[in-house]
């Protein structure tokens, strides 16, 4: 009885310490979006699509024709705010992961959505995994109204 009542603590110490050594870092969450994220994204599937970054905020949505003739993201959709910690209306982005991909998580309502991002060139690809590969979809960068115009057509 003696000997199992050190051999315990030791085990209990070991254990200890493992449990407080750090565990796999996840990736820093930003305060602003990257410069080169800093556009508008469109796409052409089944529905033209356009997501937009600006310095703090992220709107996605179905285009429409404005009065001008500008293909815009539809008024009703409210761009959410980048925020260090997820709340209601706001997005995270975290920096990228070893595959290149960046977490965008988005809050609205109760309803929580997680995809991963990397801009590559004009392209920027969306998945569902980390690693992507689960491909989502592939979006141009549109950075002028104008080419909004060229893209989605008239």
Known sequence: MKKIIPAVALSAAFLGIGLAAPTSAQAAKLTTV????????GNMGE?????????????????????????????????????KKLSQKTFTLTTKNKYGYRKLQTKDGKY???????????????????????FADVYTKLPTLASRRAFFGK
């Open 34 to 41: 990257p410069k080169d994220m800093r556009s508008a994204f």
């Open 47 to 83: 529905l033209a699509y356009l997501k937009k970054f600006t310095k703090t905020t992220y709107n996605m949505g179905a285009i429409v024709k404005s009065k001008k003739g500008n293909w815009v993201i539809p008024k009703r959709n409210r761009p959410l705010k980048l925020a």
């Open 112 to 134: 929580v959505s997680t995809e991963y991002y990397k801009l590559k060139g004009k392209s920027l690809t969306i998945s569902h995994s980390a690693n992507g590969k689960q």
